[in-house]
């Protein structure tokens, strides 16, 4: 049997040459492990250097992550290279990785983990799912493991389920997808089987999604990102279905949550088309947010609205929704649910906003417990007697 290598050494490499890549199943030489990672990287020239992070808790969660990704029946079909994780010190947020195993989680990205091993199998698990798609003829042994992982999961372990059909449904449609969102789609769809095998559940992929798309850790750079790896649409029956097969084998190899290796998941949530309006003739601003929330049964749910002049919370006029440094801040409270959903109305009298200028941002936040779940903002243009 084959065992993953797993490279817990923190040396730095020095790329030179240019990019290649490999089309072999088989091992090959560290030597050129970093060849192909320049050009993915775009270095600015030939002598560039990168500054990796060494030895913190955020490489041994990566390491120990990888490990565990690889230790499955599904992670033992991939490619027979020299896996690492290395942690680029790099703003912007962006997850790489080369043909030759090598994965680089720029620093930019932390923010996006907020302590939960699941979020940090998903970016893992995505680029263990590129690393398989750069060698095509170790796809085939992946889909068969899978096939077989996903009849002994739905048969409860008789492996009396119809074969054949379960084998042509399960990532079938997926692995035709073409063009580069079917690449990110298929990496995705990779990543979520290599999950829950190795005990995470097919919804810290969502959750990844969320925190990237609201931006939590307030870089903008979280864009990057998504705009590199365009995610999977819960919308898309696709998606629904890859994540019900990835949950059927989450199931039947780790019966007891509370003991897979990514626990029990955090809340997450969404914002909704929300709105802000001026009524009563501009003097009052109201909002109206729906919002759905997940896993914060026990919970107390807090959506909040607050408004920034550039960049600096705009201060509350009036002692009412009055925070304790002074901002303005519309809070409504709720209990939380395994599932809820909830459309808020938040109201404040323009006369609260201690600000003469009117072009604002407004934004809305969505809390469960002391967690940040999702947060929306956007330009506003008051009309209304605001000025003060
Ligand atoms: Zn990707």
């Not at 989680?105 to 907020?114: D, K, M, N, R, Y």
């Not at 307030?218 to 365009?230: D, I, K, N």
């Not at 323009?350 to 999702?374: D, F, K, P, Y």
Request: with cysteine; aromatic share 8%; proline share 4%.
């Amino acid at each position: 049997m084959w065992i993953a290598e797993v490279d817990t050494l923190d040396s730095e490499p020095i790329f030179s040459g240019v990019g290649l890549s490999f089309r072999s199943c088989a091992p090959y030489g560290r030597g050129l492990a970093f060849l192909f990672f320049v050009t993915t990287l775009g270095a600015p020239g030939a002598a560039a250097r990168y500054r990796f992070l060494h030895g913190t808790t955020d490489n041994r969660v990566a390491t120990s992550v990888l490990r565990s990704l690889l230790s499955t029946s599904l992670g033992r079909t991939l490619p027979k290279v020299r896996y690492r994780v290395m942690l680029l010190e790099r703003a912007e947020a962006n997850a790489y990785s080369t043909g030759d195993g090598t994965i680089a989680i720029t620093t930019g990205l932390l923010p996006v983990f907020q302590g939960d091993r699941g979020v940090w199998a998903a970016v893992i698990g995505h680029e263990l799912g590129h690393v398989l798609l750069a060698h095509p003829e170790c796809v085939r042994q992946f889909r068969s493991v899978l096939a077989e992982a996903y009849v002994k999961a739905s048969a409860g372990g008789t492996e009396q389920a119809p074969k054949n059909l379960v084998q042509s449904s399960v990532g079938q449609g997926v692995f035709r997808l073409k063009g580069s969102h079917g690449i990110e789609y298929q990496a995705d769809f990779i990543g979520m089987m290599l999950m829950a095998e190795a005990g995470y559940q097919p919804e810290y992929t969502l959750i990844l999604e969320q925190r990237l798309l609201y931006g939590l850790g307030s870089q903008p750079e979280f864009l990057a990102m998504l705009t590199h790896h365009p995610r999977m649409e819960l919308r898309e029956d696709r998606t629904r279905k890859s994540m019900d097969a990835a949950s059927a084998i989450f199931r039947a190899y780790w019966p007891d949550v509370a003991q897979s290796p990514g626990g029990n998941l955090p809340p997450y949530g969404e914002i909704g088309a929300w709105t802000v309006r001026e009524t009563d003739g501009g003097n009052a601003l109201v909002f109206e947010v729906p919002v759905q929330f997940h896993r914060a049964a026990g919970m107390q749910v807090r959506v909040a609205a607050f408004f920034l002049y550039h960049e600096r919370r705009v201060r509350a006029a009036t002692a009412q929704n009055r925070a304790i440094d002074g901002s303005l801040v519309v809070n409504a409270f709720f209990k939380g649910a395994v599932n809820g959903s909830d459309a808020v109305t938040l109201e404040t009298p323009a006369r609260a906003l201690a600000t003469r200028h009117r072009a604002l941002q407004a934004v809305v936040a969505l809390m469960a417990g002391s967690r940040m779940i999702a947060v929306a903002s956007r330009r506003i243009k008051l009309r209304g007697g605001v000025a003060r």
